[in-house]
T-cell receptor, first 112, second 110 residues
């Protein structure tokens, strides 16, 4: 079934540890996105990629990095996790930037 | 920073009633999208409005983009329990960044 997958589903992480959230899509979409969703704050864009090989900063990029080595994969890395990065992280993709976004099931991350 | 303010934040109504959810900004957006999100899942696109004054219908839902492209509304006629969820509006601002509102949590009581 075509779609977008995220891993892990959930993770508990000690502060200071490095963590990579994985995202893969098989729809051959050009654009991919990472959001975090916090209660009362809605969805906030962390980083995005218009096409393989390019990335851009969203609304809340600090403490996160991304790479887009190929069309299908868009990993999000927390170099040194902090408790304020506790959140639900959603990856999304679209045929091109701002077109209909298809979201993954999310990763629930807790940083202690 | 351009913001999208959604109101109300929470809404609980009886099945069969009508409701309207608003998405407002002090700035112009080139277009707006409405998404619906169910618990434990990612948002799903309902509609994109592009032209000022545009009205789009999706079953019992009517979406309108304001003439000045600063606001949008979602009207639900005869809401059903299956409409329960979090409704989010999203806009593409003049810096080409995607901004989401904080959402309206809707609960339809049977």
């Amino acid at each position: 079934i075509a779609g977008i997958t995220q891993a892990p589903t959930s993770q508990i992480l000690a502060a200071g540890r490095r963590m990579t959230l994985r995202c893969t899509q098989d729809m051959r979409h050009n654009a991919m996105y990472w959001y975090r969703q916090d209660l009362g704050l809605g969805l906030r864009l962390i980083h995005y990629s218009n096409t393989a090989g390019t990335t851009g900063k969203g609304e809340v990029p600090d403490g996160y990095s991304v790479s887009r080595a190929n069309t299908d994969d868009f990993p999000l890395t927390l170099a040194s996790a902090v408790p304020s990065q506790t959140s639900v992280y959603f990856c999304a993709s679209s045929a091109s930037y701002w077109h209909e976004q298809f979201f993954g099931p999310g990763t629930r991350l807790t940083v202690l | 920073t351009q913001l999208l303010e959604q109101s109300p934040q929470f809404l609980s109504i009886q099945e069969g009633e009508n409701l309207t959810v608003y998405c407002n900004s002090s700035s112009v957006f080139s277009s707006l999208q409405w998404y619906r999100q169910e618990p434990g899942e990612g948002p799903v696109l309902l509609v994109t409005v592009v032209t000022g004054g545009e009205v789009k219908k999706l079953k019992r839902l009517t979406f309108q983009f304001g003439d000045a492209r600063k606001d949008s509304s979602l009207h639900n006629t005869a809401a059903q329990p299956g409409d329960t969820g979090l409704y989010l509006c999203a806009g593409r601002n003049r810096d080409d960044k995607i901004i989401f509102g904080k959402g309206t949590r809707l609960h339809i009581l049977p």
